[in-house]
């Protein structure tokens, strides 16, 4: 017939296409043939990864490509695809339990059935094993069967079984059948059946996988974990021993003595040495329903997920604490009918003598020769589709600068693959952001939110489905700009700022420090002066006057007393100056109180304590204002040092205190009208400090202090001080009498 096309591959293939169909034309000349389905091919070309992509006439696109599992099917002679068990004789031939469709043996390329028509018990088989003499063992749920050729011989619990439903079937390091029941486990030797259950010392009546372990041990997988038979003995290991769980679905024993499990729920574990290391990994499967080994010791584990294969090398550096090895996962576009491999059968997987692994599954037999397993050695190209930023679509997805004030990043990328696309795996990174790579699986996408100024590149790169890597990462460069106060001059200055702001801080509080310090050293200075001028003298005058008394004692007993009653009259007002000293003390709290209410107070105080006929009164003059505070304080001591002179040596009836407020002047006045003195007022060279101290007062706050006396005319002290202009709180003329 015509041909629409001819294309030559990178193998050397010739592919034509003709009107039967998709010819192929091996360079030694010989053909195959592959027909078509309803459309005929009109073009074909091949892509950079081998797949031959052809184009039809009415259906579009078609993809040939190789295939690492093809899968036995109807097609091929199953009269049931739900395969449950299988198991390969000594002569080569490999039987299948199927449910529902008897037992199938595969000869010559074909499957043939034996069901219960030849005698089977049942055309669910659970179980299958081949004995050493060709024979086939079937289990089914409701007996034991031995196929032999055409011939069908039958076993059940008449003949000794501990059950009839047969879930597994194993020939032990003896050579004795091994048949696993719901109701115990069972041993045919010499025509006769053994049964142990868990009276005997099994984990649980309810048995599943076996293997055979070194040392003529035999390993059955129960629902109640792990048991070991040797020398007539069980021992059990549980979830306590180490398992990651008691139901046991698979088992294998290596050529080293390892015993690897696989379990329901929990994923694989290993047993060496009495010791078990579950292997906990996201990429292994939880459900572990066969384990095979390849010629290169990998592990392959069949699942409800898929096969998958794994190094047994890796496992063991996985056991011994490091990193989870790299695992490949095998399922539909690796040319399985279906992902999901057959549960509740044993073996569901089985090692042919030729090195094929062949696993049962929901839909036939899934077939794999690792050894010549095609692989996708092509590097994926990988590319960065679009970046956004706040969900906008940037209009480069190469070289960016964000402006300041976005937060939601998102890199979206793709893997050029088209052999397995849904198996390509990523990974991606942020350089200045991220530490290392970060493993997106098969993400298409990397996310990222607020992002600090600066600049950044994002790369990804791809692996394909055999595991190879890109050669080269996909790259784009990111600027994220930073606000004003994110620069570093801003920052700079801010610092300068702060620090100023600190040093002027800490300078305020080092001079109020300084301050409040010496106020105290005033105080105790201002104290120390009231006891040297009071209280000092009192006591210098009251011990000259006991020393008096001491030497009049023997020889003038009048002028003893008289000597004694000066004593007294010391001593008393000694008392008096203490009080008064300590009122001044008590009176520096009252600063809600104006100076001339504290004047007349004061007076009062001094009045009442050295109990005296006088009467205090003030008076204010001018617009009074509020004086610095140390010139009231002084005033008022100087007021009171007057006022106490007045009372203690003038006897006068009144006492008078005037505040005078004049413009710049403060004034203040005392006046009594008690006995005055004549001459110059007594000073510190005669014995009396306290005039001294009232000149060292006024001369501390700048003011002029004057006294006039004479006698029978009674003393007036006046307190002149300069004041800076201040505006006035007020106008006043307050007289108030005691």
């Not at 091919?41 to 184009?55: M, N, T």
Request: charge should be neutral; proline fraction near 4%.
């Amino acid at each position: 017939g015509a041909v629409s096309f001819l294309f030559r591959d990178r193998e050397g293939m010739m592919w034509a296409g003709a009107a039967q169909g998709l010819m192929r034309i091996a360079p030694d000349g010989s053909s195959a043939l592959l027909p078509r389905e309803g459309d005929s091919y009109l073009a074909g070309a091949e892509d950079r990864e081998g797949d031959l992509w052809l184009g039809t006439a009415a259906s579009g696109l078609a993809v040939l490509r190789d295939r690492k599992f093809f899968t036995l099917t109807s097609r091929d002679g199953l009269t049931q695809e739900h395969v449950l068990a299988l198991a390969q004789s000594p002569g080569g031939d490999v039987a299948a339990g199927t449910n529902g469709g008897g037992l199938n043996l595969w000869s010559k390329g074909r499957f043939r059935a034996v069901t219960t028509a030849q005698g089977l018990d049942s055309n669910v088989v659970l179980a299958v094993a081949a004995a050493p003499d060709g024979g086939v063992w079937a289990g089914t749920p409701d007996g034991l069967d031995l196929v032999r050729g055409a011939n069908v011989d039958s076993y059940t619990a008449a003949d000794g079984l501990p059950d009839v439903f047969i879930r597994s079937l194993h020939f032990g390091p003896h050579g004795s059948l091994w048949i696993g029941t719901s109701h115990g486990l069972a041993r045919f030797a010499a025509n006769t059946f053994t049964t142990w259950t868990t009276l005997d010392g099994l984990g649980s009546d309810l048995i599943g996988a076996m293997a055979n372990g070194r040392g003529g041990a035999l390993w059955i997988g129960t629902l109640g974990g792990l048991t070991r038979y040797r020398n007539g003995q069980f021992r059990n290991f549980t979830a306590k021993d180490g398992l990651s769980s008691n139901v046991i679905t698979s088992l294998y024993a290596d050529p080293d003595g390892t015993l690897w499990i696989g379990t329901n729920d929990a994923g694989l574990d290993r047993l060496r040495n009495g010791r078990i290391v579950a292997l906990q990994s996201p990429e292994l499967p939880r459900r572990v329903l066969g384990i095979l080994e390849d010629a290169r010791g990998y592990l392959w584990l069949s699942s409800n997920s898929g096969v998958y294969r794994v190094s047994r090398a890796g496992l063991e550096r996985m056991a011994a604490g490091a990193g989870p090895p790299r695992i490949m996962r095998f399922g539909v576009t690796d040319g399985m009918r279906i992902s999901e491999c057959s549960s509740g059968g044993h073996p569901a997987a089985l090692r042919l003598q030729n090195g094929t692994l062949w696993f049962a599954t929901l839909k036939g037999i899934a077939v794999v020769d690792p050894e010549q397993m095609p692989l996708n050695k092509i590097p994926p190209p990988v590319a960065i589709e679009r970046v956004t930023v706040d969900d906008v679509p940037q209009p480069s997805a190469s070289a960016l600068r964000i402006a300041p004030g976005h937060s939601h990043y998102e890199f979206d990328y793709a893997g050029l693959s088209f052999v397995a696309p849904q198996k390509v795996r990523y990974r991606y990174q942020l350089a200045g952001f991220d530490r290392g790579w970060v493993d997106a699986g098969t993400r298409h996408a990397a996310y990222y939110t607020n992002l600090p100024p600066g600049h950044y590149v994002f790369r990804v790169i791809a692996r394909n489905n055999d595991g190879v890597w890109s050669s080269a990462p996909a790259a784009a460069s990111l600027v994220v700009e930073p606000h004003f106060y994110q620069w570093l001059w801003f920052q700079i200055l801010l610092a300068a700022l702060l620090a100023a702001l600190g040093y002027e801080a800490w300078r305020r509080r080092l001079a109020r420090v300084q301050r409040e310090f010496q106020a105290v050293l005033a105080e105790r200075t201002r104290i120390a002066r009231e006891i040297h001028d009071t209280l000092a003298q009192g006591y210098v005058a009251l011990s000259v006057q006991l020393e008096l008394i001491g030497r009049y004692m023997e020889s003038s007993a009048g002028s003893a007393r008289e000597q004694l009653a000066r004593a007294q009259t010391l001593v008393r007002i000694g008392l008096e100056e203490a009080r008064a000293s300590i009122w001044e003390l008590r009176s520096q709290t009252s600063a809600n109180e104006d100076l001339a209410t504290r004047l007349l107070r004061m007076a009062e105080e001094v009045v009442r304590v050295s109990h005296a006929r006088a009467r205090a009164h003030m008076q204010v003059s001018g617009a009074y204002r509020a004086l610095d505070p140390d010139v009231e304080r002084e005033t008022l001591r100087i007021a009171r040092e007057a006022v106490v002179n007045a009372v203690r040596h003038g006897d006068p009836e009144n006492v008078r205190l005037q505040l005078q407020y004049e413009g710049s002047i403060f004034g203040l006045e005392i006046r009594d009208d008690g006995l005055g003195f004549d001459g110059a007022p007594p000073d510190g060279s005669s014995g009396h400090f306290g005039m001294t101290g009232m000149h060292e007062r006024a001369a501390s706050i700048g003011g002029t202090l004057t006294v006039e006396s004479g006698l029978g005319k009674g003393t007036c002290v006046r307190l002149t001080v300069p004041l800076a202009a201040a505006p006035d709180t007020r106008d006043s003329e307050k007289v108030t009498p005691a």
